[in-house]
């Protein structure tokens, strides 16, 4: 069994791990697409790999928090603890605003 880049905390947590990897967070078809990497969270704008070999092979992991892996369910909050000590909110409530993505918490190590 190979190791996933990212773990799961709690009901809304993700903590991700492996610093060459993009995380590309998919919360349901409608909601926009969150690119994780090690210096920070982003609206993601290109075109999203149809499967998890394309992705790899673009050093992405798709994280589709539908599945029962992740979440089980769409989400309207999801945390995500970031490789540099930062943990950003994502709200999904306000897609549309700047609160959208947000730093949460900075870890003071």
Excluded: W
Excluded at 64 to 80: C, P, Q, R, Y
């Amino acid at each position: 069994m190979q190791d996933k880049p990212f773990l799961v905390s709690g009901r809304n947590t993700l903590i991700h791990k492996v610093r060459k990897l993009e995380l590309l967070i998919l919360n349901g078809d409608d909601q926009p697409v969150v690119s994780v990497t090690h210096k920070g969270l982003k609206v993601y704008t290109g075109v999203v790999p149809d499967n998890k070999r394309d992705a790899k092979m673009n050093d992405i992991e798709l994280v589709d928090v539908t599945l029962g892996e992740v979440f089980s369910e769409e989400k309207v909050l999801i945390f995500v603890q970031t490789i540099n000590g930062k943990e950003y909110k994502i709200d999904y409530s306000k897609v549309e605003s700047d609160q959208f993505i947000s730093l949460h918490q900075e870890s003071l190590f």
